[in-house]
């Protein structure tokens, strides 16, 4: 028997539960693993809401991400080895497997070899938010050296990687934040500019920093209203990404920015990526470079046990964490 977190209806952090049960043995195509730690992400919080682009069958695990130690291999299983520490990426639906647990079994597919010289806790707070900005920003969006992109709720996890993948192309990352809280903290994280959007004016500030251009691509999760703002902050033939839909709100289509400035408004999920084994190779190739070199390094914003995962999740929609939150198992 292991620990693992389920719950048993949709709602607040308050519905998770910490049972008992039997995990088994992997299936031929997957891998049963140790888990040391877990990364959270908004998409498990939604999903234990039934807000998110799945509604979840009861009772349901969930969790995306953790780093591990593979336990035990499925019969088909190749290229990897029991005792070997690993990452577990999101590469399935939360309705067939979960990694908030002690021991859990995830497809194959979804296990990659953890980062050299990374700490559990680090390796746990890698994949999901490097993987969703490369794939927006450099598999799709082509991001390079001299272009400016606007990166939305900066504090997150996924935009402080974004920041960190267009500094090391060499393009100019602008940061936004609601208010001034996080500010200092976004410029010392590598935001060339950061807007606080309730006392600047998100268009006038986007056009001065790119001297009237605008923004080749915009990298949002929020959607909303907000959108029409972030079209007229756009240079000709933008990109427009929307990974997210945290405001809760409909979403116009800026029908007269995109005809004036001929932009792209492109819908993004991150299993667009982990689902194509090729693509998925050379984003991990160009996030292990950046590791290596130390120009993607992830942030860690707060750690919780196991126990305490209601108050984790609890921290996880207060906003007020900068960076990745991980829960960490005791051995």
């Not at 647990?101 to 050299?116: D, F, G, M, S, T």
């Amino acid at each position: 028997m292991t620990r693992v977190v389920r719950f048993h209806q949709i709602g607040g952090p308050e519905v998770l539960q910490i049972e008992d049960i039997e995990v088994g043995a992997p299936g031929p195509d997957e891998i049963r693993i140790r888990v040391e730690a877990i990364g959270l992400n908004r998409a498990e919080a939604m999903f234990r809401s039934g807000t998110y682009l799945e509604e979840p069958h009861l009772p349901a695990r969930l969790g995306y991400e953790a780093s591990s130690i593979v336990e035990a291999l499925g019969s088909n299983v190749q290229g990897f080895e029991v005792g070997e520490a690993v990452s577990v990426i999101p590469a399935f639906s939360m309705n067939q497997y979960g990694v908030y647990a002690e021991q859990a079994i995830v497809p194959a597919a979804a296990v990659l070899k953890r980062p050299a010289g990374l700490s559990a806790v680090e390796a746990a707070a890698v994949w999901m938010q490097y993987l969703t900005a490369y794939g927006a920003l450099i598999d799709i969006g082509r991001l390079a050296s001299g272009d400016a992109v606007v990166i939305t709720a900066a504090s997150s996890s996924v935009g402080l990687a974004a920041i960190q993948i267009a500094n090391s192309v060499g393009a100019l990352a602008i940061a936004t934040t609601r208010t001034s809280t996080k500010a200092e903290a976004l410029q010392k994280a590598g935001a060339a500019h950061v807007i606080v959007t309730q006392k600047q004016d998100l268009v006038a500030e986007v056009m001065r920093i790119t001297n009237g251009k605008g923004a080749r691509i915009v990298f949002d999760p929020v959607a909303g209203p907000g959108i029409e703002t972030l079209a007229q902050a756009m240079s000709r033939q933008g990109i427009l990404f929307i990974y997210g839909n945290l405001s809760g709100q409909a979403t116009p289509f800026p029908s007269a920015a995109a005809m004036l400035k001929s932009l792209s408004l492109r819908g993004y999920v991150l299993f667009e990526l982990t689902s194509d084994p090729q693509r998925l190779a050379l984003a991990q190739a160009f996030i292990r470079r950046g590791i290596e070199a130390g120009t993607l390094k992830p942030i860690i914003a707060k750690t919780f046990t196991l126990d305490q995962i209601i108050e984790a999740h609890r921290y996880l929609e207060s906003n007020q964490q900068f960076g990745k939150i991980v829960v960490t198992l005791s051995q």
